[in-house]
């Protein structure tokens, strides 16, 4: 067990819709990251919060958005679904170390499983 | 974009075999991460390499940080069934600019190991 939690664990919509994703990073981490796992495209990195502030963003859709609250939890908000958007979505987190240039180890969560009909 | 080749795709062994897999980039990082992935599972972070020629082991396995920061290799000593799952290389940045703490992973290597 990481210590990173994501609900929902299997989420199923139709094309159109929007679904929130939710995580908890591990305590004591302030930084959190969002990936997306699918089988043509592998591992991608979306997008970085650092405590509560966007840090860095990857190859990331303008239908697909993220917060962070006081609470360091996070939420990845996908809306007008495509079929492709079907995949694996992780959450990480990682401390940020004294210097603040070093992120170190991240740790993933479980993983929301998006199937999109 | 930075791309990550790692090889092989996929290994068949026998158990109590070693097994070597390495990824190689054509940009430089300055962190190497290697991870095992189980199905239906999250990443498990198994070492981190931060130095450039770093050797690291962790149990039965031993990750090295290349010389030329654009690559690393990861080799599992003695290997058991439990060993079977898909390997991922990642790389960071990790210092300045607009990539800050993003991994860039391989593309995987799936390990089969029969007992």
């Known amino acids: 067990d990481s210590g990173v939690t994501q609900t929902p664990k299997h989420l199923i919509t139709a094309t159109g819709q929007r679904v929130t994703l939710r995580c908890s990073p591990r305590?004591?981490?302030?930084?959190v990251y969002w990936y997306q796992q699918s089988l043509d495209q592998g591992l991608q990195f979306l997008i970085q919060y650092y405590n509560g502030e966007e840090r860095a963003k990857g190859n990331i859709l303008e239908r697909f958005s993220a917060q962070q609250f006081p609470d360091l939890h996070s939420e990845l908000n996908l809306s007008s679904l495509e079929l492709g958007d079907s995949a694996l979505y992780f959450c990480?987190?990682?401390?940020?170390?004294?210097?603040?240039?070093?992120?170190?180890?991240?740790?993933f969560g479980p993983g929301t499983r998006l199937t999109v009909l | 974009g930075q791309q990550l080749n790692q090889s092989p795709q996929s290994m068949f062994i026998q158990e109590g075999e070693d097994v070597s897999m390495n990824c190689t980039s054509s940009?430089?990082?300055?962190?190497w991460l290697w991870y095992k992935q189980d199905p239906g599972e999250g990443p498990v972070l198994l070492i981190a390499l931060y130095k450039a020629g770093e050797l690291t082991s962790n149990g039965r396995l031993t990750a090295q940080f290349g010389i030329t920061r654009k690559d690393s290799f990861l080799n599992i000593s003695a290997s058991i069934p439990s060993d079977v799952g898909i390997y991922f290389c990642?790389?960071?940045?990790?210092?300045?600019?607009?990539?800050?703490?993003?991994?860039?992973f391989g593309q995987g290597t799936i390990l089969t190991v029969h007992p």
């Open positions: 990642a790389g960071q940045l990790g210092a300045g600019g607009t990539s800050y703490g993003k991994l860039t």
């Open positions: 990480a987190s990682s401390v940020v170390s004294q210097r603040g240039l070093s992120y170190n180890e991240q740790f």
């Open positions: 940009s430089i990082f300055n962190t």
């Open positions: 305590s004591g981490d302030l930084s």
